[in-house]
């Protein structure tokens, strides 16, 4: 893939069938052997060769701009039911399992302050306000490694792009703040709640251990929305899309784990760079994260062209997906087209004067500013 390979938006929306086409297999179990081969195959190259890596490392610095606004947001709106700082607590207690200590240090001081912030209210409207803004960026940026990986160009005009950016950013956020309340939700907490509204200990029992598979649902919905919603193309059926958003998880969740033994065990940041380890340690997080975000991306990408060769549609080259809008794009390639046929003219300029100047036997004349002496 790669922007080299992306094809062209109004191309493809005149050639590529449709993306739930009756030829392409309806479920995982159809897909043959030799197709799931080529998929697993064709994910490590094309995430290499996509040089994801690189835009992992251009996310990462759009998460740094977006991370602590959201997280004003988050707690704000915790605030105003009264579980922020219960919620903060428990989020820091599960993150300590996952990422290095360093990391957890490094947001924990500002995440307690702004807990303990007393302008709930005001902190409310500007966190969600600057949150939404700075987190859009960071969705943005994330639709532009998308279109590379599913090698289109984007064709949606700003005054398109920008609303549903910020409308995919605010799901993802309401969706974490769930997830940070049903973590508040356990042991005596969730048995006080069961008992205000009725429930027994049986129920709050099953709630305990429920949840976790219920906030495992929540994070890869929340991982397939920015899947499904921001590349450029019309995708299959959501279901499709799920499937590189658990895998994606399960690529965080080891690496994070692989990454945290390390940093304790192995690794000499510390010594290094000294009192900035932890934020040189909290980017490093930051990037597998957005590694493991496009892996999942790229087996979904390769995924869907794995079942259109299997359907007999030229795909080896370019995913056969339409484009979701080709407006912007048609005026890009305009401009393009324009440029190029301004640069035809001076080549053919350039080449007439030396035409001239070989029928008449005399050197063109030279530019006044290139004579010496």
């Known amino acids: 893939m790669g922007s080299h390979g992306a094809e062209s938006s109004t191309a493809k929306a005149s050639t590529a069938p449709d993306p739930d086409d009756d030829r392409k297999p309806d479920t995982p179990q159809q897909i043959d052997k030799p197709s799931w081969k080529y998929i697993a195959g064709k994910t490590l190259r094309e995430f290499i060769k996509d040089q994801c890596p690189d835009l992992?490392?251009?996310?990462?610095?759009?998460?740094?701009?977006?991370?602590?606004?959201?997280?004003?947001?988050?707690?704000?709106?915790?605030?105003?039911?009264?579980?922020?700082?219960?919620?903060?607590?428990?989020?820091?207690?599960?993150?300590r399992k996952l990422a290095p200590q360093?990391?957890?240090?490094?947001?924990?001081?500002?995440?307690?302050q702004l807990t303990h912030s007393s302008s709930a209210g005001f902190a409310l409207i500007v966190g969600i306000l600057v949150a939404l803004w700075s987190a859009s960026g960071y969705v943005t940026a994330f639709s532009r490694a998308m279109n590379r990986i599913y090698e289109i160009d984007e064709g949606r005009p700003f005054w398109k792009l920008r609303p549903i950016m910020l409308a995919v950013t605010a799901l993802a956020i309401v969706l974490v703040a769930l997830m940070g309340l049903m973590l508040v939700l356990t042991g005596p907490i969730a048995q006080a709640v069961g008992d205000v509204i009725g429930l027994?200990?049986?129920?709050?029992?099953?709630?305990?251990i429920v949840k976790w598979p219920v906030l495992v649902i929540l994070v890869v919905i929340?991982?397939?929305i920015l899947y499904y919603s921001t590349p450029n193309v019309q995708q299959p059926k959501f279901r499709w899309i799920s499937m590189g958003s658990l895998i994606s998880l399960v690529v965080f969740i080891l690496a994070s784990l692989g990454f945290a033994v390390y940093v304790a065990n192995f690794s000499n940041y510390n010594k290094?760079?000294?009192?900035?380890?932890g934020v040189i340690v909290a980017l490093l997080w930051l990037w597998i994260l957005n590694m493991?975000?496009?892996?999942?991306?790229?087996?979904?990408?390769?995924?869907?062209?794995?079942?259109?060769?299997?359907?007999?549609?030229?795909a080896e080259e370019a995913i056969q997906l339409p484009p979701r809008d080709t407006e912007?794009?048609?005026?890009?390639?305009?401009?393009?087209?324009?440029e190029v046929i301004k640069g035809r003219r001076l080549r053919q300029s350039a080449e007439g004067e030396e035409e001239r100047s070989t029928s008449t036997g005399k050197p063109a004349e030279p530019d006044s500013g290139s004579t010496g002496k």
Do not use: C, H, M
């Open 272 to 277: 290094t760079y000294g009192t900035v380890a």
């Open 102 to 112: 360093s990391t957890v240090d490094l947001i924990e001081g500002p995440l307690k």
């Open 292 to 314: 493991s975000l496009l892996f999942g991306a790229e087996f979904d990408a390769e995924l869907e062209r794995g079942r259109e060769l299997q359907a007999g549609i030229a």
């Open 328 to 338: 912007a794009s048609d005026k890009q390639q305009a401009k393009a087209d324009k």
């Open 200 to 208: 027994g200990s049986t129920a709050v029992l099953v709630w305990n």
């Open 222 to 224: 929340v991982i397939a």
């Open 56 to 95: 992992a490392a251009g996310l990462t610095f759009r998460g740094v701009l977006a991370v602590f606004p959201a997280l004003l947001a988050l707690v704000s709106l915790l605030g105003v039911v009264g579980q922020a700082e219960k919620t903060t607590a428990a989020a820091l207690e599960i993150l």
